[in-house]
């Protein structure tokens, strides 16, 4: 199986920053991309960042802000987020698109997911 473990979040005010970090391991052979999404409350989960390839993605509320990031050899997804806004309180969740060991498809694995909280 693919476990995917999302860590770095926490408090922040607003204006400040926070860097999530996010690993994809066990039965991974490919992953082709990888991003974050996120649950604010009351909301439904909206794509946060995503990168596929060297290419990435943001949501509009984000760009400017978030700058993800990915370690290839790690199986790694960073989001470095700055400037950031009480709206920003959600919980984050990883994802990884995976080419297992066991399966010729690509299959996309979750994280348990991380809180941030933003106070103003």
């Known amino acids: 199986q693919v476990r995917v473990v999302e860590s770095g979040g926490g408090l922040a005010q607003a204006g400040g920053s926070l860097r999530l970090s996010c690993v994809a391991s066990?039965?991974?052979?490919?992953?082709?991309?990888m991003g974050w999404y996120r649950q604010r409350p009351g909301k439904e989960r909206e794509m946060v960042a995503y990168?596929?390839?060297?290419?990435?993605d943001y949501v509009d509320s984000v760009k400017g802000r978030f700058t993800i990031s990915r370690d290839i050899d790690k199986n790694a997804v960073y989001l470095q987020m700055n400037s950031l806004k009480p709206e920003d309180t959600a919980v984050y969740y990883c994802?990884?698109?995976?080419?297992?060991?066991?399966?010729?498809?690509?299959?996309?694995?979750w994280g348990q997911g991380t809180q941030v909280t933003v106070s103003s």
């Open positions: 994802t990884a698109n995976v080419r297992t060991d066991y399966s010729d498809d690509y299959d996309d694995f």
């Open positions: 066990g039965s991974v052979l490919i992953i082709s991309a």
């Open positions: 990168m596929n390839g060297g290419s990435a």
